[in-house]
């Protein structure tokens, strides 16, 4: 369970976040700047909010007063708005980048096949399109199996075959791993075809949308 209530200023507002999350798959929307990404950043552990707390499955991310917990302690897995992937490290070293010692290789071969990457393997990133970059990302934001799942815009790069696919793979995956997941969208036909839960944000404040 996800347990968020904090509060962080930004340029022009502040960002005022209440909300409760279990292993359902939630979908952000709202204005360009209105406060997604800052939110994803803040249970990354990448900014810290003002006040308030973060905790998962009864670990504190942040509390008010407290040091945070580091990000690499997190278990999260995010996948950002410009994937971030290394120049200069292939698609498998990228993958392989964040996966602690000792995680289950198999794994990880099996995404690779699911999200159709394996030809890319030995490619670096300026040798891929940017709907593959994605799919990349998105491998590795799973490659170290997260107890929560951060998306900024996955599917934005993608052509409607690629975006159906990862969708369907995505929804399985939640289904096997039964995490919280939280993307970030622009369409709102993928928050209604994905998510349980949709929430807006505009200028900090988060509102819920009923679904169905
Ligand atoms: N660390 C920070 N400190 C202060 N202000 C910030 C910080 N990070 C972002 N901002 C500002 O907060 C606002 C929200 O930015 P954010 O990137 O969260 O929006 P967004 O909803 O993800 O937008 P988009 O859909 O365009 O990606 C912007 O005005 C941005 O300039």
Known sequence: ???VDFQKQLDHFSLKMVFELDREILALVGSSGSGKTTLLNCLAGIVHP??????????????????????????????????????????EQN????????????HITELTKILGITSLLAKYPHQI???EKQRVALTRSLAAQPDILLLDEPFSALDDANRDHCQEELLRIHQQW????????????????????????????MTEKTVG
């Open 1 to 3: 369970m996800l347990l």
């Open 178 to 205: 039964q995490i919280p997941m939280i993307f970030v969208t622009h369409r709102i036909a993928d928050a209604e075809k994905l998510a349980d839960r949709i929430m807006r944000i505009e200028k900090g404040q």
């Open 95 to 106: 993958i392989l980048y964040a996966v602690p010692r000792g995680t289950d290789i198999l």
């Open 129 to 131: 399109s940017g709907g």
């Open 50 to 91: 003002d006040a308030g707390q973060i905790s998962l499955n009864g670990t504190d991310f942040f509390k008010s007063g407290q040091k945070p917990l580091k990000i690499q302690k997190r278990k999260v897995g995010y996948l950002f708005q410009d994937y971030a992937l290394f120049p200069h490290l292939t698609v």
